[in-house]
């Protein structure tokens, strides 16, 4: 059975970066339709904020994080990526990777996703 595991997190300041990474054993991690990243603010429901379709290896992020954040994929190494620039006091929340085995032409954020990883913790404040 497929697992993933993130890391990457922790404390950095406004404008400062971090990139997580989460790794899938057990399964090649692009043999998933796609591979997401959610965040969950304290207080707040969980949002979707980017995704990789493995079809073509295409990566979308959405706003608020649009054009802050990019996401990639390295098969060699089973993992994908979520670079995060820019960072601010609102981008403060445990952030998910997780992958669906089903498929859509519209919003993958939307799907059922039947793999999770663990969460790991960002926390972006002066």
């Known amino acids: 059975q497929a697992q993933l595991v993130e890391s990457g997190g922790g404390l950095v300041q406004p404008g400062e970066s971090l990139t997580l990474s989460c790794t899938a054993s057990?399964?090649?991690?692009?043999?998933?339709?796609?591979i997401a990243w959610f965040r969950q603010a304290p207080g707040k429901e969980r949002e979707g904020i980017a995704y990789i379709k493995s079809r073509d290896r295409s990566t979308t992020v959405i706003d608020p994080v649009k054009g802050r954040f990019t996401g990639s994929v390295d098969d060699a190494k089973n993992t994908v990526y979520l670079q995060m620039d820019s960072l601010k006091p609102e981008d403060t929340a445990v952030y998910y990777c997780?992958?669906?085995?089903?498929?859509?032409?519209?919003?993958?954020?939307?799907?059922?996703?039947?793999?999770w990883g663990q969460g790991t913790q960002v926390t972006v404040s002066s």
């Open positions: 057990g399964r090649f991690i692009l043999d998933f339709y796609f």
């Open positions: 997780a992958a669906s085995s089903y498929y859509t032409n519209d919003n993958p954020l939307l799907l059922p996703y039947d793999t």
